[in-house]
């Protein structure tokens, strides 16, 4: 609806002046009077729908309309599609989507990210990551979760372009998508520790209370067990990689903000001082595992 500003760009401004005789279209409207907006969500959609007309193709696995059922979202969606004619937007801007595409996997080939991290786990990436650029919604990023046999081997991921405010940008200034090195190691980090909580699950599940109590005393509920686990060791080894990849000074401070929710952020970051240490017993990230789990059972023990 652009009734919450995206960061400042050309592009932004030619979607204003594209799109300014459809700001009161009844799609719009009928958006804006909805009780919650998932405009949050919505982005994440698109991999579920259909070529124009949309029609969901494929199961979803979050529920990402929540104010209205997507069929009903989707029918106002195909027709502010019609009736604005967005096809021809988009095809006027295929020029622009390939040139801050072909930016973002420049900037990350040229980090080597992909390589830092892969080397920490100590083997090649057992799987691929898939970005979606977000160019106008600013609201942060997320992972898209499917199960769909088309992306089996793929962690699918929305990041949105933002910026520092301190930047000042305007819209006269292109967009120039620099993907954050840690949100990518994040990502990339999910697929080498995947198996890990299955590998331990009767032994996790026994100590679960200790992930679901954050930092400030918050107490998730019980179904939220693994994904707080597993948020919470990639988190550690993003931090970890930074660490040996820029210095001390950048692996603490990325700990530091991790621990504002994971209350055992600091001392697991701490413990993983034995696996980069002993590289040469600990091989790959699964020769540390027995380590992990017997660490994680002491500190549950010690709550």
């Not at 200034?173 to 299955?198: K, M, R, T």
Request: proline share 4%; aromatic share 12%; glycine share 4%.
């Amino acid at each position: 609806t652009l009734d919450i500003k995206p960061t400042p760009s050309t592009y932004y401004r030619n979607v204003k002046n594209y799109f300014a005789s459809c700001r009161l279209h009844p799609s719009l409207d009928w958006y804006r009077k909805l009780d919650k907006w998932d405009g949050f969500d919505i982005a994440s959609l698109g991999i579920y729908l259909s070529e124009h007309p949309f029609r969901i193709d494929r199961k979803l696995e979050t529920n990402y309309i929540r104010s209205a059922p997507a069929d009903t979202f989707l029918h106002y969606l195909n027709n502010f599609y019609e009736h604005c004619n967005v096809k021809e937007f988009l095809a006027g801007n295929r020029d622009e989507y390939a040139r801050i595409i072909a930016h973002a996997q420049d900037t990350i080939s040229k980090s080597r990210i992909l390589e830092d991290v892969s080397m920490f786990f100590g083997h090649a990436q057992k799987g691929e990551f898939v970005i979606y650029i977000d160019l106008l919604n600013n609201l942060g990023s997320n992972a898209i979760p499917t199960s769909d046999p088309e992306f089996k081997g793929k962690r699918l991921n929305r990041i949105a372009f933002t910026s520092d405010s301190s930047s000042r940008l305007t819209d006269q200034d292109p967009v120039v998508f620099n993907p954050n090195i840690n949100v990518v190691a994040h990502e990339c980090s999910h697929n080498f520790l995947g198996d890990f909580i299955p590998r331990y699950e009767q032994r996790l599940y026994a100590i679960r209370h200790l992930f679901l109590t954050t930092t400030k005393g918050a107490v998730m509920k019980e179904s939220e067990w693994k994904n707080e686990l597993d948020e919470l060791i990639v988190r550690v080894c993003v931090a970890k990689v930074l660490e040996q990849r820029d210095g001390k000074d950048a692996g603490v401070s990325e700990i530091s903000n991790q621990a504002r929710h994971f209350r055992i952020a600091e001392p697991l970051f701490e413990f993983f001082d034995q696996y980069l240490q002993q590289r040469s017993l600990y091989k790959t990230i699964e020769d540390f595992y027995p380590e992990l789990i017997a660490q994680l059972e002491k500190l549950a023990a010690a709550q």
